[in-house]
């Protein structure tokens, strides 16, 4: 019995290892959460997402708080006053993230603008908002930050390499059948605005065929010296959504693709997983993702936030049930 059980338990070691989750998984935040981006602040963690609906009221930027990532507040609106910029009409704020400078916390968040245009409609821009607390309210810039080139861009994902802060930005290509790029740009000292010229980062791009002609919500990250980007890829509304990674020289890259890629992939209990947020807490490396709830019902499918632990092995990342 003893050898059935040491061989039982190398085996679901195994599988987590080589095929990502093997276990039922359940959500850390039951309700339409999507996009998450979890922050550590004194007295536990602080979450924000898209926009979306809850109990009956629009929220520009939903916000809940934990203290322990599996309990988590009933959301209530980091930015309850859109952006100048931004159109009024539609959810229009999406994939914020947040990144404590000094004593404010700074927001970098997609909107829709009212005027600007692209060959298929209104260009997306990226804008950023400060607050004194994390749960705001935040006060937007009364212009984007960037709207890139003609296309737009979406997705921002701010870092810190030392006392150099980065924004990462996606460009908008698969909005119009043009190829996909991740920019790299510098921020000045307190965040709010860019710095120094954009560089594209290399070996990023929609070019895999996991990825389903779309790469996104990128995010950089450091782990013993050596830079990752992480990022989710393929269409957001099925089960071929994923999150992958790839192995940066630096913060602008040139990057190469993780041969193991996707390391996050649908199960029979998690559907389209991606839109990540790594972060520390409690000692080790946790992993934030949304996922869909009831997929198969139109009416009332929505993305749940999910929590993972993610561990390191050999050098490469691995996410546990």
Known sequence: KTIMLRSL??????????????????????????????????????????????????????????????????????????????????????????????????MYFTGRHKTRMRPDGLTLCVGVAVADKPDGPFQAQSAPLTCGGELGVIDPSPFRDGDDLWLYVKTDGNCCGVPIGIIAQRLTADGQHLAGQPALVTGVTNDQPWEGGVVEGEQMIKHDGQYYMIYAANDYGGDKYATGYAVCAGPAGPCRDATENPILKSQPDLVGPGHQSVFEFQGRTWIAYHAWRHIDDRRQRYRAMYISPLDWVDGKPVIRP
């Open 9 to 106: 338990l190398l085996s679901v070691s195994v599988l987590g290892v080589t095929s990502g989750l093997a276990h039922a998984v359940t959500p850390a935040l039951d309700i339409d959460f999507p996009d998450p981006l979890v922050l550590p602040v004194d007295g536990g963690l602080v979450a924000y997402s898209t926009n979306g609906r809850h109990e009956g009221k629009r929220l520009n930027v939903p916000f809940s708080r934990s203290t322990d990532g599996k309990s988590w507040n009933a959301p209530t609106d980091a930015m309850p006053v859109l952006p100048r910029w931004v159109r009024s009409s539609g959810p229009d704020i999406w994939a914020p993230e947040v990144i404590k400078i000094g004593d404010k916390y700074v």
